[in-house]
């Protein structure tokens, strides 16, 4: 199924080809100035360029004659502008209403992604930093998956390293007497139940990191559990295992509430036993070289416009590195997964992070460059234009920042004068569903790669760019089709005025929006869509007559179109990760 603006290049490519121009000229898209046209193709002035020739002259020869369009003119120096007709309009309607896919065709090359994003950390709570990729992450999945590609998402998480040896030293001095830390432990041994709570861990890891950058002694000992968790001592890999378990508890009550869900919940630890064979290999291929008492893998380049330092693949003190493990995890999903593209979304502080690894992937053979992607964001910042903290200055972390999203949610409801009839279990959900639609679309509206000042106030309200107005419009297109018969509802979708017009104009825009937000890996696109639709429709709802219109043949018409658009809504809110309630 095509959309409008690809229905028009199909006309204008032979024209371009008959003029022994490049047919990518032809390409066509929505008008800068809504006065002249819907649609406009600016590719004469550089075929004229080419042909050193006037553009409008050979504007003339291209431009098409069709019965989807209304009028058609040349403007300025040669822009081909196109009015659609109201019976094309129609067509194009009709064919998305029909369609369950909202008039989004299948891509026709079809990728096998693996997507890595969130990287919670076992034995911390998610707090605010971990929003953004959690958030963009999960809709670029979504997007992909809609547009057929085959995706697997992975949480990464992050349970390896000295943040474990650290908490393994500080259980060890709270509770000594532990079986984990006796030098004959056994499994049989093991605790049933954890011997940590997820509070526990929380207190106990900024005091033990405190603690170490004051304490030679203390870091020395956190060094060697790290070291002897690393090489398989079984009573700490037992303790690993219950801070994973009860970490995951907490992770999953924050996913939950965010409606985000991976198909691997993978960690570091999980490619330990790839690490000793990595680092053998890049030194038989000669990949690793030695330096200063480390091993590093050469990275730079000579076209590079700043310094790229080597990757380090093993400290001088004989560990393996945060690169090294990344390695192996590239390894390890090459084997499991072989996806076509890897897709990294992490912050953009570690973008030199994610030029070492993939550049030493690629030259270790484990993978070609151009397979693995850092999908890099800006960050999510308070009024006061820095990372968005509490008063105290503290991290807020995600399950409050979530509830005092829900909070504000039904503080709004209830000054709006909303959910007055809902029972009290479906107005908190409401609420709920309308705090995540804050969060998400307060992010998504932005390009992942600018920062952005989140306030509470304004992301729940109802009225403006917010997650809230676009579900209260979609709500209310549920109302109208509550209060419509089947009868309403027989006809053909005839587009007449103007209101309507525009309405169609943004339905057919979906496709379009999410072929970019797929390209450029950026769900802006969808999120800047779905505003644009929900306004339309706003205006189709001031401007005519729906359920009170005295025509059968136009009521059947207006009716069919709203519930179009909220077709299109509820699933490009789907593929921001924002559910719409039934009611508000």
């Known amino acids: 199924m095509l959309d409008l603006a690809q229905q028009i290049q199909q006309l204008l490519v032979p024209r371009f080809q008959e003029q022994d121009l ?5 390409e066509v898209r929505r008008c800068d100035r809504p006065d002249l046209g819907d649609f406009q ?3 004469a ?3 004229a360029k080419q042909r050193k020739e006037n553009p409008r002259a050979l504007a003339e020869k291209l431009m098409p004659a069709s019965e989807l369009f209304a009028s058609t003119s040349i403007a300025g120096p040669g822009f081909l502008n196109f009015v659609l007709s109201n019976e094309a ?7 998305i209403a029909g369609d369950p896919r909202s008039g989004v065709a299948v891509s026709a090359e079809r990728k096998k992604i693996l997507i890595d994003f969130s990287g919670p950390n076992v034995a911390k709570p998610m707090h605010v930093g971990h929003l953004r990729a959690t958030i963009i992450g999960d809709s670029l999945q979504r997007i992909a998956r809609f547009l ?4 697997t998402s992975d949480a990464h998480f992050g349970d390896w390293g000295l943040q474990i040896g650290l908490l393994i030293t500080a259980v060890q001095d709270e509770q000594p007497d532990l079986p984990y830390f006796r030098p004959d432990y056994a499994p049989e041994n093991n605790l049933p139940e954890s011997p940590v709570t997820m509070e526990d861990l929380d207190r106990m890891y900024p005091a033990a990191s405190a603690r170490m950058k004051e304490d030679e002694a203390y870091r020395d000992r956190a060094r060697k559990a790290t070291a002897e968790l690393q090489k398989g001592r079984p009573g700490y890999l037992a303790l690993h295992r219950h801070f994973w378990t009860v970490s995951q508890v907490a992770l999953n009550r924050e996913f939950e509430a965010l409606d985000i869900h991976f198909d691997l919940w993978k960690g570091e630890s999980d490619v330990n036993y790839l690490i000793e064979g990595v680092v053998e290999e890049c030194r038989r291929k ?3 070289v030695p330096s200063q008492g480390a091993e590093v893998i050469e990275v730079a380049r000579e076209s590079d416009a700043k310094s790229v330092p080597p990757l380090i693949l093993v400290s001088s003190e004989g560990s393996a590195m945060y690169g090294t493990t990344d390695l192996a995890t590239i390894v390890e999903r090459c084997k499991e997964v072989d996806p076509d593209l890897l897709w990294y979304v992490v912050d953009q502080r570690q973008a030199l992070h994610f030029v070492q690894v993939f550049r030493a992937a690629d030259r270790a053979g484990y993978c070609p460059e151009n397979r693995l992607e850092h999908l890099g964001f800006g960050t999510m910042n308070g009024p006061d234009k820095k990372p968005f903290k509490t008063r105290a200055g503290d991290v807020i972390k995600l399950h409050d920042l979530i509830q005092t999203c829900r909070g504000k949610a039904l503080q709004k409801m209830d000054e709006a004068g909303l959910a007055g009839d809902l029972s009290p279990a479906e107005k908190e959900r409401t609420a709920l569903a309308i705090g995540v639609a804050a969060l998400k679309f307060a992010d ?4 992942r790669m600018t920062d952005y000042v989140f306030d509470f106030d304004r992301f729940t309200s109802f009225e403006g760019k917010t997650g809230a107005y676009l579900q209260f419009q979609a709500v209310r297109v549920k109302s109208l089709m509550r209060n419509a018969t089947p009868q309403d509802l027989e006809g053909q979708i005839v587009v007449e005025h103007g209101a309507e017009r525009q309405v169609v104009l943004a339905l057919d825009a979906f496709s379009g929006a999410l072929r970019l937000a797929f390209e450029r890996r950026a769900p802006h696109f969808v999120a800047e869509h779905v505003y644009t639709l929900a306004q339309a429709f706003s205006s189709l709802w001031t401007t005519l007559p729906l359920l009170k219109e005295a025509d059968p043949a136009k009521r059947a018409s207006r009716l069919q ?3 179009a658009v909220l077709a299109q809504l509820e699933i490009g809110l789907r593929l921001l990760g924002i559910s719409v309630p039934e009611r508000m």
């Open 22 to 26: 490049d047919p990518t000229l032809a």
């Open 41 to 43: 193709c600016n590719g």
């Open 45 to 47: 002035m550089a075929g």
């Open 89 to 95: 309009l129609s067509r194009r309607a009709q064919a």
């Open 148 to 151: 057929g590609h085959q995706v």
């Open 286 to 288: 000669g990949v690793s």
């Open 444 to 447: 998504l509206c932005n390009y």
């Open 561 to 563: 179109l709203s519930r």
